[in-house]
């Protein structure tokens, strides 16, 4: 492999890990490999501080020419390996920055995300939250799904973006649950500004303040007036209110790790009341008993509804 085909993109493609194996292995057989490989170690143990990518780079550039025109000693190391060095710096910043932090629970987990202003996150079972803690005092911008609870530090601000919703807070504590054709929110302290899409692809903004709950399901919205001060889930019991009966079985199944064959009835029904995170017969009970909907139980995980 010729030294002119190492350029930026190749470069960065080779410090991404991108490199087909073909190049991978030419690159190896390069008698410039072990400078690069030098370089590329170095920068690992540089702590990189927040930059404008473009106008450094420029910066770096216009610095290494002013040097090279200039100066009378002879080079020990060829020109060109400043220049490498210059765009393995650009490489890895890029890298850097773009970094997300990924929480993932599985059926029946909780977890309790810190971030980088000292808020909380509980995450309930099977939910995903992510986020860039390096470039967090620039974006302020939580990806999630599935339901938890943030408890926000007075002052700060950023937004939670679902795929259902919007949720925009400062110095609160609210309850969120996205999932597929169904968003709900609960402000528990402070207010929270909630942006649903519609069936116009409109934007609608409504305000919570505490005590107000807010729910989208098949494109309809409902409002209504709630009283716990937490949601009754951190402490091991899921409750609804007029919950329609598909999201209910969601719970179920993510908290248990169920396979719910629901074939048989009807979901639209809706479900007002609670069940336990400590035992899933007692749960099953309690949700399709009062619903006069009968069930068998084919082996650990698949549940039929009859």
Not at 191 to 216: H, M, P, Q, Y
Not at 245 to 259: F, G, H, P
Not at 282 to 292: N, R
């Amino acid at each position: 492999m010729r030294k002119e085909s190492f350029d930026e993109t190749f470069l960065a493609r080779w410090v991404a890990g991108e490199l087909t194996p073909e190049e991978t292995h030419a690159f190896k057989e390069s008698k410039h490999y072990l400078e690069y490989k030098r370089i590329n170690e170095g920068m690992d143990l540089l702590e990189i501080p927040s930059y404008n990518h473009e106008a450094n780079l420029a910066k770096l550039y216009n610095t290494i020419d002013t040097k090279a025109n200039t100066t009378k000693v002879k080079k020990l190391i060829p020109y060109w390996v400043y220049r490498v060095a210059v765009v393995l710096i650009v490489a890895l910043g890029i890298l850097f920055f773009n970094r997300t932090n990924d929480y993932e629970t599985n059926y029946g987990e909780q977890e309790i995300v810190t971030l980088p202003d000292n808020s909380k996150v509980y995450l309930n079972a099977n939910s995903i939250l992510d986020f860039n803690k390096n470039n967090w005092a620039n974006n302020r911008v939580l990806d999630f799904n599935g339901e938890a609870f943030f408890d926000v530090e007075k002052g700060t601000k950023f937004s939670v973006k679902s795929e259902e919703g919007l949720v925009e807070v400062l110095g609160t504590e609210f309850n969120i649950i996205s999932r597929e054709d169904y968003f709900e929110v609960k402000c528990h302290e402070g207010k929270v500004k909630v942006s649903t899409l519609n069936e116009n692809n409109t934007t609608t903004t409504t305000i919570l303040t505490v005590g107000d709950a807010f729910r989208v399901v098949e494109n309809m919205v409902e409002k209504w007036k709630f009283k716990e001060d937490k949601p009754t889930w951190l402490d091991g019991e899921s409750s609804f209110k007029d919950v329609p009966l598909t999201q209910v079985i969601k719970s179920l199944e993510n908290q248990y790790n169920l396979d719910v064959n629901s074939s048989s009835v009807d979901l639209n029904k809706r479900f007002t009341g609670s069940f336990t995170h400590n035992d899933v017969k007692i749960a099953l009970q309690t949700v399709f008993g009062p619903m006069h909907i009968s069930y068998s139980i084919d082996n650990d995980n698949t549940i039929t509804l009859k």
